[in-house]
């Protein structure tokens, strides 16, 4: 590992470049509270393995990480389990929209990948089964992984979504007609709508996904959450899987494991590098944010630097 | 770049390793020429870009490449299309076997990428209409990258495939009749069937598959065949779409970009460093090399080397 | 209309014909209530529209109805909606099992046709609309029909459907999710479990069915509950979706409208002349009564009368 | 069999009634030679088995039978394989369009039912094996039925369907990749567009019907071609398949077994008393006339006569 270059310029570079792609995106509106977000609003945050911090733009508010959360749900669910986890979710990339029943059937409950919400939801069963309170234990990661012991909940959208949330409750009941659901499917829904609800911003979810960079181990605490091939493997899904039905698109372009958000946030990994953060409230049709992704692209492009 | 390591000791570890391997899988028995291939064949190469040549096994000796050489017929159109090409095939993994026409029925005749073979059709078709012959200019082009100018057909597998073919057929059909095939449909199939019947050894493939180690330029000779960009969006396509319904799983356990044949062979390239290709005929049930498969995940992981 | 045949001998004739098939099939086993009934249960009743009645086996002896309801329940929900039913549900066969997601995530929550479950569960939606208490409604519509004034609901298989139902309420909130229901979920699911867990004996379900057969009027009581057009249509989807996926072979091989349900009971109709009723509660590959099909098969064969 | 009421003021009130509607739809354009029939174009012809012939319009013009061939094409494979036909081809309703390949992938090669084009190919190739040319054995079989020794087909026609017919290409081909084709694919594609490609009037087609509404023996000749049982076979066959992907609406709104065709044509039967051939260019979209479909509307309803 050589000393990191200073991102400072480039990520002023492309704040510009990108703010105003936001207007060709639209606002998650699918919930009331998602949609209340200015679709202006716009944040970078670059986190080194030695040390360094960069940011620009709205890098300490804090926003909905949403599908964000389902990487941290899988390093938890993977610590515990191990690889007997892989006997009730795949790690295929998915061919259909995230929320897709379709492929489900066809492989008789055991979905794709983890990031998809079906796999999610398989994921978040498995923290149901460990700890008495799920989305606290979630919420406990995820402050400790940051360092922000102030992390929370946002009760009004994960409320919100329990309401609108329908097409979960479609794929939660169908994957436990398949017998690959242990709780009840209320619980493994609540506890899988709060913890999309915590709020983080990207300081904060750059600082977290140093782990990942760091091959397992936390950069700040020396701890060893992960062995080095398990945060390698955690990687290529993530790379694999992690932008939805365009996750060929996102490798394409960017070439960095991430995991998008329909809150606007995407978190990217360089290994053995640096991890960051992007926020955009404004998404393109897959669900990703779209200035976001196109602040990656020039990252990686600007930076010479990405997996290949 | 720093020098690279010994890796001759790891490759005969390898070998050791993965040879017995072999006898779990399956020849592709589809048509006869192939099934002929003794089982217990096992070829590893790796090339550097510091000139270091190191292999294993029958690393001399030439098989049938198939589907490898989607790699290389993606390389030829991407240069004569530039950006353009994307519009004819998508960059998406598949979820689905290599050869379905479900999805290409759902996606109106644009193959989800051009590893598929609804995909390569596509890429051949558009190198039959910018060469007389576009099997000999793939030909010409394999000899040149691999600097073996012997290389050729092997004209009883294509013949083969050929009276065999029909999938690919009705695939070709179908995909004309969306619009997305110019050439007639025997002229690209028959071009197809000889480009997957060239022959080549682990060493030709492995100095063949430098250019995409080295960022888009040829090392032997300086040729900057594709510009880095291009070169790293290939390498991305290849993590997420190389290896047919197991790219996920692949990417999981080996964590290189790669593509795989049902000749049994495999080249996988890590950026920046080397090139490295293998043979082991018996295939797994997704239709790749089930020892090969296994021999690239002990080499990242014995060399502590991937691109994530 | 001539005076009907004396059917006597022939249900004689078929009863001795179709006991032994029995052994072939499978009663249904999802819930505990269902797989108790004895395998060998048969019964065959035929009511004609000039009064006459004939039976063989246990013909008094009541069983669970399941999905034979969704003929009724299509029937209620036909008179209070007329042609605007159809903006909710199709009419066409389904081409997959009668629990299937696929094909209503394709066609965005407009299920198929009444006779699958997504289809019975909008048609119950409309009746939980209009009534305060559905279930209630359905049981005092068939109890009119069939002139038996105490039938009622088999509490302990509506209760133990409810606790395995899940693909049941999957495919409920997937319908919720694309606005296709407007009670709560729970209301619709709790109203369908217990119209399927109405008990009739083929007596009665012949009694009831004699209203398809006269053209949508109550013979008994002169009552015109439908137009002679809608006992006409209602007839035609019975013929063309009434026994799940088997709807094709089922009316190539019997020739008659009929509904078939899971506790081993179908109702078929031979408009103009007459209502038949068979039951026996093993099952084949389909969801269907194995000697139950079969008796009708001998039914229209021997009588030579089939809609064809 | 009571004597037949007198047709021709019912059929001129329906011409009046539908002609109008032609406006509404699309003459087929994706072959010249159909194309160029004129949009107006209207016939009727109702042909009792007790020897009356009615018609209006122009119902001793030829137009292009196309896919009502099918149903022939069914009588003569039928009559020589008997019941095994069943292993090669279904009879369930498809539930997608008629040259989906889908179905096809999942059922592994088996169309679901005769009507649909990949089953009509498997039927064409049945005939291939047993006549030298199976084209013009299908022609006599018609001039036979209809008595019109002058039938022939429209060259034109069949040969702008070979040049434009790719997608009917990839399915023999895919058929012929899952072993259930015998004959060389061009072969049976030949057959097949010349089957398609032949001229009929309505008054032909009406009287070629009668067969089915004669349990299977020519009324003209006494010939039986079929037993009772096979005719009424066939027809709840084109009850549930006959009218491509809108058999259930069909079946719903008409309620007669019926085979139409792109050209425009549209056969139907009412057993045990007639058969009657309407044509109409313009289709709807599901490729059926739609004011061929609408005027079988009206004379089910307007004489109260269906098979319901």
Redesign the interface.
């Known amino acids: 590992m050589t000393a990191s270059p200073d991102y400072q310029a480039i990520l002023e570079t492309i704040a510009a470049k990108v703010r105003p792609l936001a207007a060709q995106g639209r606002v998650a509106d699918y919930i009331p509270e998602l949609a209340k977000v200015p679709a202006d609003k716009f944040a970078m945050a670059v986190h080194t393995l030695d040390g360094r911090r960069f940011a620009v733009g709205d890098a300490d508010e804090r926003f909905s990480i949403q599908s964000i959360s389902k990487l941290f749900t899988l390093l938890m669910a993977l610590r515990m389990k191990k690889e007997t986890l892989w006997q009730r979710v ?7 929209p995230f929320n ?4 489900l ?2 492989e008789q409950g055991i979905p ?2 983890p990031f998809i919400n079906a796999g999610a939801l398989v994921i978040t069963d498995v923290l149901c089964r460990h700890f008495v309170q799920a989305d606290r234990a979630v919420l406990e990661f995820l402050r400790r992984l940051s360092g922000a012991t102030d992390l929370n909940f946002d009760s009004a959208v994960a409320e919100s979504e329990a309401e609108h949330g ?2 979960n ?6 994957i ?2 398949f017998g690959n659901l242990d709780s009840p ?1 209320d619980t493994v829904l609540q506890s899988y709508f709060r913890q999309c609800a915590v709020r983080m911003s990207c300081q904060e979810l750059a600082t977290a996904g140093l782990l990942l960079a760091n091959h397992g181990t936390v950069p700040a605490s020396g701890e060893a959450l992960l062995t ?2 398990e ?3 955690i ?3 993530l ?3 992690g932008t939805y ?5 996102f ?3 960017v ?1 960095l ?1 991430a995991k998008s958000g329909v809150g606007g946030g995407i978190l990217a990994i360089l ?1 053995g590098e640096l991890a960051v953060a992007v926020w955009s409230p404004a998404l393109d049709e897959n669900g990703n944010s779209l200035a976001g992704a196109m602040a990656l692209e020039h990252f990686t ?1 600007l930076t ?1 630097r ?3």
């Open positions: 795949g790690r295929e990339p998915s061919g259909n897709s029943l379709v492929q059937e066809h794709r990948n329908y097409r409750a479609a794929m939660a009941n169908f436990k007609s499917v080095p091939s945060a390698k493997r990687n290529a899904i790379l694999t899987c039905d365009a996750a060929g698109d490798a394409f372009r070439g494991p290994p492009t010479g990405s997996v290949f």
